[in-house]
């Protein structure tokens, strides 16, 4: 899928690889969260030492800001993004991940906001048709 970003996208993403010094792939808004997708090993220059340049971002942009690494497969994205996820498969492009259900609060965010964006991102870089979480298998 070719994404087109709008200028105040770019203009984001520029600054924010400007401050940071981490190369960033894409970016999201979404409500009172920026989505960073910045290049594989290139999370901690994003964060800084003790979290200083995401908080120093964070500031600036006044929004909360959350940074995704992108790897070179949609599993070890799903992986590192919700580190919760105890099962990851994908099938036609569908991702299905199975969550504790003590996580699944943390992982669907408040209104459904951080899956809906992840399921975004992950539409974008890897064209996958969408996320699911599934309850996990109990044995």
């Known amino acids: 899928m070719k994404v087109r970003l709008d200028e105040e996208t770019i203009e984001s993403i520029n600054f924010f690889q400007n401050l940071t010094g981490a190369y960033v792939m894409d970016m999201l808004s ?3 969260t920026l989505y960073f997708v910045v290049g594989k090993g290139q999370y901690g220059y994003a964060v800084g030492k003790n979290g200083e340049k995401i908080k120093k971002a964070e500031n600036l942009f006044k929004k909360k800001i959350r940074i995704l690494e992108y790897f070179d497969t949609v599993q070890e994205f799903i992986a590192a993004a919700i ?3 105890k099962k990851i498969e994908v ?3 569908a991702v299905a991940i199975s969550v504790p259900p003590s996580e699944r609060p943390k992982v669907i965010g408040k209104g459904g906001s951080k899956i809906k964006a992840l399921t975004k991102i992950a539409e974008r870089l890897y064209e ?3 996320i699911k979480l599934l309850a ?3 044995m």
């Open 30 to 32: 979404e409500d009172d």
């Open 83 to 85: 580190p919760e996820a």
């Open 91 to 93: 099938k036609d492009g």
């Open 128 to 130: 996958t048709k969408g």
């Open 136 to 138: 996990p298998v109990r």
